[in-house]
């Protein structure tokens, strides 16, 4: 499954794919490996990158166009 809002989202903030994987403390071709759906992406990358574009996982996994998270109960 390719991941394209993870490369949009990227792109939109002007990011290279090196910067996201700094982010995430991983190698650029993990991370890449990640975007084009190669490689299956933790549930703790999912929440990090999440966090930092502030938008949902279900959002980034193309469950919902909405991209606001959830309010926090």
Known sequence: MKYQRLQDL???HDLRQ????DILNCQRNVYR???TGEREI?????LSLAEYYNVSVDYLLGI??????????
């Open 33 to 35: 490996r990640y975007e």
């Open 42 to 46: 933790p549930v703790w990358a999912l």
């Open 18 to 21: 090196q910067d996201v994987a």
């Open 10 to 12: 990227r792109e939109d």
């Open 64 to 73: 919902t166009d909405i991209k606001s998270p959830y309010p926090a109960k």
